[in-house]
Nanobody, 121 residues
Framework: VQLQASGGGLVQPGGSLRLSCAAS????????MGWYRQAPGKQREMVADSTTGGSPNYADSVKGRFTISRDNAKNTVYLQMDSLKPEDTAVYYC????????????????WGKGTLVTVSS
């Protein structure tokens, strides 16, 4: 299973970016997809996640500014980031909980390589 994230870049404060992450490979089903970020010198933190059939969860710091969405047919998760602030600068990683086949009911976590978001004037 591979996760490929894209969409990062340099944006001015107040601007917007949209991240995408597509999962591919041996996938029977996905129970959750989400976005995490890690700023320099800080621990990785959850930004938003979306459980299949459930409501999305957001970190308090991004509520009202970021929106997570999924295209289940494409095994893809998006993160629309609006009203970006310098403190949003980080490497953003996507994660998916994947069940690989019908015979094994376990869901395993897979991570993408990350995409850098820089918010600066």
């Amino acid at each position: 299973v591979q996760l490929q994230a894209s969409g990062g870049g340099l944006v001015q404060p107040g601007g917007s970016l949209r991240l995408s992450c597509a999962a591919s490979g041996s996938i029977f089903s996905i129970n959750v997809m989400g976005w995490y970020r890690q700023a320099p010198g800080k621990q990785r933190e959850m930004v938003a996640d979306s459980t299949t059939g459930g409501s999305p969860n957001y970190a308090d710091s991004v509520k009202g500014r970021f929106t997570i969405s999924r295209d289940n047919a494409k095994n893809t998760v998006y993160l629309q980031m609006d009203s970006l602030k310098p403190e949003d600068t980080a490497v953003y990683y996507c994660k998916a909980g994947v069940r690989k086949n019908r015979y094994d009911s376990r869901y395993m976590d897979y991570w993408g390589k990350g995409t850098l978001v820089t918010v600066s004037s």
